[in-house]
């Protein structure tokens, strides 16, 4: 049975690490794919142009989109949903990497065609898709870790467009802009196996995936600030990668949507200051000593207990966003001690341990009035009042 609890989900797929798969498909004739397919004798001629100009993307993997601009070669140009324009960009930019972006969306055209949305109705989709493959991000990434978790529970597609295009379209030209520089303007990142434009999609722009339109232009410096903080990275350690991907980008991913970037920006400049200092205690470890320091630094395994532990408390997401900027900060500073690396899981245990199961033998501080006298001293003035009233 699925986990029900608050924030739950499933783990997260490895996708963005570069495997066997990802070369590229043995030679084939120019003519090969092309006359595989049934399609029209005009879709034909136009993809041999494509196939003898050249691509890098496996075959099998724009199958579903060669159908869906065969499709919108029989319909009304109002009715089309921007196929071949995606088609096109992908014989282009594609890479051995890139999976079919229509095949990707399938959930979400499924509901689109069971609820008897017409042909189309998904054009903003495709032309955000077009515009991300174009800059040479893949669209099924994008897919798959913007668009279906922000659109994938509203079956409401004639709404879509007011409530998602335009924020997903912003999220896209985000991730245009920073694969334009590096370090993201590479095939991998840095010496490791991790796929530049996936780990683009999934590191940057799944933490945004559920932003309403409101916050995205409200917090328009907060956004370029979390963006700048990703340019910032060098990504030279392998072993920094494996620790982020591992600890504190799942629990980014199920914030999606409860912080705001106002938030983010903040965590995104502590994870990157971490590369001038726990990057290179990592980097100097041994492989076996990396592993041990990476199994046991753990924040994300516990996190859903975290999430219904402030939810309860009514402190919610902005508390959870403070802890991870504080796990970051503690473990940048940390790193700069002998023993630093093996505290930091004891660390990071410690706040989700210290919870109403274990500390039931203690008396509780009654809020927001305490019966006793409370001295809070914090180096947030944010933070005086916020729980016990002063006073």
């Given amino acids: ?49 494509l196939e003898r100009a050249g691509t890098r993307q496996p075959f099998r993997h724009r199958i579903a989109l060669i159908g869906a601009a065969e499709l919108d070669g029989r319909r009304h140009a109002s009715q089309r949903s921007g196929a071949w324009p995606l088609l096109v960009a992908v014989y282009a930019r594609g890479a051995p990497h890139w999976l079919d972006p229509i095949a990707a969306l399938a959930p979400l055209r499924d509901t689109m065609y069971g609820h008897g949305a017409p042909p189309g109705a998904d054009r903003g989709l495709v032309w955000v898709l077009t515009r991300l493959a174009r800059a040479g991000i893949s669209p099924a990434a994008f897919a798959t870790h913007v668009i279906l978790p922000r659109m994938g529970a509203d079956a409401d597609w004639r709404l879509w467009r007011s409530r998602h295009v335009w924020v997903l379209g912003a999220i896209a030209e985000l991730l245009i802009g920073l694969r334009a520089g590096p370090p993201w ?5 840095g010496t490791s196996q991790v796929l530049s ?26 956004l370029r600030a979390w963006a700048g903080a990703w340019a910032s990275f060098t990504f030279t350690s392998p072993a920094l990668l494996d620790f982020l991907r591992r ?56 996190f859903d207990r975290r999430m219904e532990r ?13 802890e991870l900027r504080a796990y970051a900060e503690l473990a940048e500073i940390l790193s700069a001690m002998d023993a630093g690396p093996a505290l930091l899981g004891h660390a990071a245990a410690l706040g989700a341990r210290l919870d109403e199961m274990t500390s039931s033998g203690y008396t509780l501080i009654e809020a927001p009035v305490p019966m006793q006298t409370l001295v809070h001293a914090h180096a947030d003035a944010a933070e005086l009042g916020r729980v016990f009233q002063p006073a």
């Fill in 1 to 49: 049975m699925a986990d029900q609890r608050p924030g739950a989900t499933e783990p997260e797929p490895d996708d963005e690490l570069a495997s066997a798969e990802h070369r590229s498909d043995p030679p084939q004739p120019p003519d090969a794919n092309a006359d595989a397919l049934e399609v029209s004798d005009r879709l034909r001629s136009r993809i041999r142009v």
């Fill in 185 to 189: 303007d590479g095939e991998r990142l």
């Fill in 197 to 222: 434009d996936v780990a683009l999609c999934k590191y940057v722009g799944r933490p945004l995936c559920r932003l309403s339109g409101a916050r995205m232009n409200e917090q328009e410096a907060q």
């Fill in 247 to 302: 600890t504190v980008l799942p629990c980014l991913y199920r914030l999606s949507g409860r912080i705001d970037p106002e938030q983010l920006a903040p965590i995104g400049t502590a994870l990157a200051g971490l590369e001038r200092s726990l990057g290179r205690r990592l980097s100097a470890m041994s492989p076996a000593a990396a592993a041990s320091f990476l199994a046991s630094a753990g924040l994300s395994d516990d």
């Fill in 310 to 322: 402030r939810a309860a408390d009514g402190t919610g997401a902005w508390a959870l966003a403070r």
